[in-house]
């Protein structure tokens, strides 16, 4: 157990709706990541948050949306959803703020599955 | 910014070492190495971090020449659970994104 807790584990819902997807960082840890992996594919970085400040961004669609809440859990929104967007989300924390010099290290959450029909 | 070459896929047998290297020729001064592991439907799990010569811990080991434009991830006697992708991790890209490359895909056969 990572101490990355994120829910659902499961989310099945149609084309056009909107999800959100919520993770909860390991006690201490101040930054949390987001990641797309699509079958058979590799981890894609959507976005970095650190103690509630957007940290760096990848190439996250506009339809998506994050945020870093004071209690530093996280929340990754989801709209007009289209079939391409079925995947798995992996949320991820470090203690560290990340950059040149860092030794972060990752905790990774088990993940949302999210398939959209 | 650190680009990082690692094998697409390793085979190899139950008790045997495995020693996977991963280059990054131009990592920078302040960048550290990092390790992964990840099962199929499930996220990456750390395995090992070093900055140079060798860190060891109960999994595996990592080999880091004094010029660091190498790694080696060795993980001693492997197991049929060991067959996973692992992740070799330098530093951040040019967008400040901590990228995962495309991994090795080990493959242990009985």
């Known amino acids: 157990d990572s101490g990355v807790t994120q829910t659902p584990k499961h989310l099945i819902t149609a084309t056009g709706q909107r999800v959100t997807l919520r993770c909860s960082p390991r006690?201490?840890?101040?930054?949390v990541y987001w990641y797309q992996q699509s079958l058979d594919q590799g981890l894609q970085f959507l976005i970095q948050?650190?103690?509630?400040?957007?940290?760096a961004k990848g190439n996250i669609l506009e339809r998506f949306s994050a945020q870093q809440f004071p209690d530093l859990h996280s929340e990754l929104n989801l709209s007009s959803l289209e079939l391409g967007d079925s995947a798995l989300y992996f949320c991820?924390?470090?203690?560290?703020?990340?950059?040149?010099?860092?030794?972060?290290?990752?905790?990774f959450g088990s993940g949302t599955q999210l398939s959209v029909l | 910014l650190a680009k990082i070459t690692q094998p697409i896929s390793m085979d190899s047998y139950e008790g045997q070492e495995v020693n996977i290297t991963c280059s990054h020729n131009n990592i920078a001064t302040n960048d550290y190495i990092t390790w992964y592991q990840q099962f199929p439907s499930q996220g990456p799990r750390f395995i090992i971090q070093?900055?140079?010569t060798k860190v060891t811990n109960e999994v595996a080991s990592l080999f880091i020449p004094a010029d660091r434009k190498s790694s080696t991830l060795s993980l001693p006697r492997v197991s049929l659970s060991d067959t996973a992708v692992y992740y070799c991790?330098?530093?951040?890209?040019?967008?400040?994104?901590?990228?995962f490359g495309g991994g090795t895909r080990l493959m242990v056969k009985p």
């Open positions: 006690s201490g840890d101040l930054s």
């Open positions: 991790l330098v530093g951040r890209n040019a967008g400040n994104m901590l990228t």
């Open positions: 991820a924390s470090s203690v560290a703020y990340g950059g040149s010099g860092s030794n972060e290290k990752l905790f």
């Open positions: 070093g900055y140079k």
């Open positions: 948050y650190y103690n509630g400040e957007e940290r």
